[in-house]
């Protein structure tokens, strides 16, 4: 019986032992009021990039705007898909689609009001960033933004672009 519960124990957690963390299994809404289950996202065999913004967030919104530049080229290069993932409280959350409407972003916007995703993720603070590979795992994780840690992001795109064809 000892043995029997110790290998359940290791085959369930046989993720977590080796490093491959998935998306939580969480529902987010879109900027129609659509619900998202985020989860699905790593079943779309796309190499998916969460980038945790707000509209307070001055580097934030740097990055998401840089990042706007590329993202045309990365969409056909990576098969890549970029989800800004608003943190904006109840009070500010009613500025999110005009802020995104202005500025033109191609991405998807999901609303995490109250930070669940942020905090099932472990960000700290914003800009929070998570890459996924096209299966699903969970890669990297990095907080916060330099102007030219798009130019980074790129390699890493490239690297599991590069990867996945082999």
């Known amino acids: 019986m000892k043995y029997a519960t110790l290998l359940c124990i290791a085959l369930l957690s046989g993720n977590f032992l080796m490093g ?3 998306l ?3 529902d987010l809404y879109d900027l129609q009021g659509n619900k998202v289950n985020v989860a699905d996202y790593g079943k779309n065999n796309k190499i998916t990039v969460f980038n945790f913004w707000a509209t307070w967030c001055t580097p934030c919104k740097k990055e998401l705007n840089n990042i706007a530049d590329l993202y045309e080229d ?3 290069e990576f098969n890549v ?8 409280d109840s009070r500010t959350k009613a500025i999110v689609k005009s802020y995104t409407d202005g500025q033109g972003w191609d991405y ?23 890459i996924t590979d096209q ?3 969970i890669v990297e994780k ?3 933004y330099v102007e030219g840690d798009e130019y980074i992001l790129e390699e890493k795109l490239m690297e599991l672009a590069d990867k996945h064809k082999e």
């Open 135 to 137: 299966n699903g795992f």
């Open 108 to 130: 998807t916007v999901l609303l995490d009001v109250n930070k669940d995703l942020q905090r099932l993720l472990n960000g700290q603070t914003v800009p929070f960033t998570v």
């Open 20 to 22: 491959q963390e998935t």
């Open 81 to 88: 898909e970029i989800i800004a993932v608003s943190i904006d």
């Open 142 to 144: 990095h907080s916060g």
């Open 24 to 26: 939580p299994d969480i």
């Open 74 to 76: 990365w969409q056909e």
